[in-house]
Nanobody, 122 residues
């Protein structure tokens, strides 16, 4: 079992930045691929970014490529999502998730946090 707790969401103006954090507890953090997903009202939960076990490989949805950066600190059991140049369409609840497989498939992720709200609005 892995417990995940996200933080860092909030209200930001278009063009602004936010940094989300996800703290993990339970089983060994470095055993898991970590991912970020998001869900906007009335929409399906969608993949945002993933990072491999050691952090040497990352993968992004086209919609966030070049603006978002995923990273992890295995010593702190924490994964981050740095979000720059935010747009109103980035507004969603953001979830971190843990998987034994590396990729963007939602069903591969076994453990989920409770989510943190990100609102991009002027």
């Amino acid at each position: 079992q892995v417990q995940l707790v996200e933080s860092g969401g909030g209200l930001v103006q278009p063009g602004g930045s936010l940094r989300l954090s996800c703290a993990a507890s339970g089983r060994t953090f470095s055993y898991y691929v970590m991912g970020w997903f998001r869900q906007a009202p009335g929409k399906e939960r969608e993949f945002v970014a993933a990072i491999s076990w050691s952090g040497d490989s990352t993968y992004y949805a086209d919609s966030v490529k070049g603006r978002f950066t995923i990273s992890r600190d295995n010593a702190k059991n924490t994964v981050y999502l740095q979000m720059n140049s935010l747009k109103p369409e980035d507004t969603a609840v953001y979830y971190c998730a843990a998987s034994h497989r590396y990729g963007s498939i939602r069903s591969w992720y076994d453990y989920w946090g409770q989510g943190t709200q990100v609102t991009v609005s002027s």
